[in-house]
């Protein structure tokens, strides 16, 4: 047997995907089981084989085994036991039903298989988060804007040319310069802005007037009537003409609406793209294969999906446990820091349980799989954070609120219009009240509302950076605006989340430098993080250290050996009372500096207690000053950390926090946000570790430390690069001016062409004896989309 390993891809295929068009085999033997009509059954997909036809096979144990294409040799070849024992049958039973689909503006829409949502017509978006295909939303709107970026600038060199001094129309004549902006714009409206309307017709249906309702008859309103301006200008009375004779069109207005509402809607589309990043560093923590024991005691790598319960696996020393089980055989110590998030290992020996994704980081184990696929930790860690993020739906925008009540307001000016010109207006009546409920419907749609919130948010993005806080969408900005409760994990973001030597304590020794170099020298040979602690702390005290004989670890109580021609323990009371060793004369010493949240080491010199030896996780410097700064703002401050009690009331106790909560899992920091929800709270939560990413995600805003675990990041929307909290007042500073700046700007965006509507229903007419002009509508538009990029780019010296 070659074992030769296939791609996950290749192993998760469907039965046609590996076996083509082909129907099912039937209930014939597998193996070399040549029946009367010289066929055998493929062992992988139930097949019926043709012997002798050329197909693929393969000889394991003195049998041979025949298979319909290759893939499904290569299939077999991963991993034998999988399908002549029954396996494969057991993980059939357990896979999951068909992927569900959801819309993130609508999350009580779900489905099977991807689609549009039926209220607001946005794409469907996978439920856990992740999706092997490619996002096909974003690729056709980037192709869209493309053509309307593409249509937007040759019409604005036609139509706004003459006013920067290029005579583009007087070249080439005005009746040609109107059929090429027609030419130019039909692609855009009639292809381009085809989503657009789509939503805005559905928001009509289900009455939920927003920012698409108000595009639709902007952009739709603006081309129409340009459209018959063009093609039938006769119609129009003289009184909307050019001394040309040609009726004022709105093209450009139409296709740069659509431009800019798409560079927004293309931005949002990555950003949304991002939050399954999350999932899939999650998901890469297991580790692809398995080491599978056979129970004649053969062993290979195994496909991780094929892994059922009750199947034997060996990890050794450096890999990842590749599924939540039973400790059968061996003795190890295991990194947990995925769940608890604290770095020091915990010891494992028979009977223990393990989680999968955690680190194996010294014996070797032969472990009993538990629980596989979705019911392990790790997945359910995973679909944790999917929830989070998916009951996140994200906010539809001011932008969406204001156009709530502006688009009806709009349309009843415009029909109000239309209907006192019509009874009231002169000849031709019925021309001058459709020029009017047009013209209201074109002004009412603002230029500058795609440029709103992006600007905003680019400028806001670009300041944040600098000052080392990165933010990855509009929302985190928004909702950390309004943040008054930050969730604070303990270790990597708190403390420097490592350990370290604190305390040195000579109980009967001639110095504590000879101490501590008996004890780095023993350790030396070992790989336990608080190993590393005191070799580290030897070496910057300037120690020498010894060599060392005899060395041995003892799982779970320390290690031995003979330093110096001295016979040296080093480990926990456990280690100490197996060699009967004494502890009692020292425990209140011992126990303060547990109190003061530190881990104690006992080191015994030829059989008698020499000292003692205190590693901590130490608080980083600017933590004290940071929390210091949040509280005086006004935020409720609470920890939320995997480590034991006492070391946790030791850290709160000094930083003077405002609640702490000990000893909590992944699933324990969600259901704490939860609660703070259930208060009426909105919370921060700011976390490093793999263990933080389901909080981190249902959080209102997760904030990750830069110098933390990918999934951290991935999982939340803001990310302080340097690990320090006083990062979260400054992107609270942000936050605070960006949501400012964008409700400034959708003010410039709506407040020159509301203050337009009156006008171009006629509110002038009886003065001036004309209706809209074209200028004040173009120069409407000018000006707030100038307003708004510069009141945007004012961030850029916003006092972080």
């Known amino acids: ?195 657009f309307f789509a939503r805005g017709w559905t ?62 809607q293309v931005l949002e589309l990555r950003a949304r793209e991002r939050t399954g990043d999350a999932i899939r560093a999650l998901m890469d923590l297991a580790p692809k294969t398995a080491r599978r024991v056979l129970p004649d005691g053969e062993e290979y790598d195994a496909p991780l999906e094929n892994i059922v319960a009750g199947d034997l696996l060996r990890v050794r020393p450096g890999e990842a446990v590749p599924t939540d089980a039973i400790v059968i055989e061996g003795m190890s110590s295991v990194d947990e820091s995925l769940i608890t998030g604290e770095p020091v290992p915990q010891e494992k020996q028979r009977g223990d349980r393990v989680t999968g994704g955690t680190l194996n980081k010294s014996g070797t184990l032969v472990i009993e799989a538990a629980s596989v696929g979705s019911d392990t930790v790790l997945s359910q860690i995973v679909g944790m954070v999917a929830n989070a993020q998916r009951s996140r739906a994200p906010i539809q925008g001011l932008a969406d609120r204001v156009a709530g009540w502006f688009v009806p307001t709009v349309v009843l000016v415009a029909v109000v219009a239309f209907g006192i010109w019509a009874l009231f207006g002169p000849s031709p009546a019925l021309a001058h009240a459709i020029v009017a409920a047009v013209s209201v419907l074109i002004i009412a749609c603002p230029c500058a509302l795609g440029l709103a919130t992006p600007m905003s948010i680019m400028t806001a993005t670009g300041r944040g950076a600098q000052a080392g806080v990165l933010i990855k969408d509009a929302e985190a900005l928004e909702r950390m605006a309004r943040v008054d409760t930050l969730v604070l994990d303990k270790t990597g973001t ?134 210091s700064r949040l509280r005086a703002e006004g935020l409720r401050v609470v920890m939320a950390t995997g480590d034991n009690e006492r070391t946790a009331k030791a850290v709160a106790r000094e930083l003077n926090l405002d609640e702490v909560r000990a000893g909590v899992r992944p699933e324990e920091k969600q259901q704490l946000i939860d609660e703070l929800h259930a208060q009426g ?66 003010f410039f965006a709506f407040v020159y062409n509301a203050g337009g509507v009156p006008i171009a229903a006629g509110l002038l007419y009886p003065l001036t004896g004309t209706l809209l002009s074209p200028m004040l509508a173009a120069a409407a538009m000018s000006l707030s989309s100038v307003s708004v990029i510069s009141n945007a780019l004012r961030l850029r010296k916003l006092k972080l």
């Open 1 to 195: 047997m070659s074992n030769q390993q296939s791609s996950p891809s290749h192993e998760g295929a469907s039965h046609a995907a590996c076996c083509g068009s082909h129907g099912a085999g039937g209930h014939a033997p597998v193996g070399l089981a040549g029946d009367e009509n010289n066929t055998a059954i493929d062992p992988v997909c139930g097949m019926s084989v043709t012997l002798g036809a050329g197909k693929p096979s393969l000889r394991y144990k003195g049998e041979d085994y025949h298979f319909c294409n290759p893939k499904c040799h290569d299939r077999f070849d991963a991993d034998p036991y999988f399908y002549l024992s029954g396996n494969k049958e057991k993980a059939a039973k357990a896979q999951d039903k068909s992927a569900l689909f959801t819309c993130p503006m609508d999350p009580e829409i779900v489905q099977e298989g991807p689609g549009t949502c039926p209220i607001c017509g946005m794409a469907l978006e996978p439920m856990d988060g992740v999706s092997d295909e490619p996002n096909h939303e974003l690729i056709d709107f980037t192709r869209r804007l493309w053509v309307s970026v593409g249509a937007a600038i040759p019409l604005l060199v036609i139509t706004m040319g003459p006013m920067v001094g290029l005579p583009i129309r007087s070249w080439i004549g005005e009746t040609l310069s109107l059929y090429l902006e027609l030419i130019l714009a039909l692609p855009v409206v009639g292809w381009a802005a085809a989503p």
């Open 203 to 264: 928001s009509l249906k289900t009455r939920h007037f927003n920012m698409w309702t108000l595009i639709m008859l902007g952009v739709g309103a603006a081309f129409a009537y340009s459209v018959v301006a063009v093609l039938f200008p006769q119609i129009f009375p003289d009184t909307l003409k050019t001394e040309a004779g040609h009726v004022p069109v709105y093209f450009e207005a139409a296709v740069v609406i659509v431009a800019l509402v798409f560079v927004g």
């Open 494 to 627: 708190i403390t420097e989340g490592k350990p370290t030597l604190m305390d040195v304590v000579v109980l009967s020794f001639s110095g504590e430098n000879e101490l501590l170099g008996l004890a780095a020298s023993l350790e030396k040979a070992s790989e336990h993080p608080l190993a590393d602690a005191i070799v580290a702390g030897a070496a910057e005290r300037g120690v020498a250290l010894y060599s060392v004989d005899q060395f041995h670890a003892h799982v779970g109580q320390g290690v031995s050996g003979v330093v110096a021609g001295k016979k040296v323990l080093l480990g926990n009371a456990a280690l100490m009372s197996a060699n009967t060793i004494g502890t009692d004369s020292f425990a209140n010493v011992a126990d303060d500096l547990r109190d003061a949240g530190k881990t104690v080491m006992i080191i015994a010199v030829n059989g008698e207690v020499a000292g003692l030896l205190a590693v901590a996780d130490p608080i980083k410097e600017t933590s004290r000053e940071a929390i």
């Open 681 to 746: 709270r909105k919370v921060a939560m700011a976390g490093d570790g793999v263990n933080d990413a389901p909080a981190l995600a249902a959080a209102d805003v997760g904030i990750a430390m830069g110098t933390g675990a990918d999934v951290a990041v991935e999982s939340a929307g803001i990310t302080l690069l340097s690990g320090d909290l006083n990062g979260v007042s400054k992107a609270r500073v942000l936050a605070q001016g960006t949501l400012s700046n964008i409700k400034q700007n959708l």
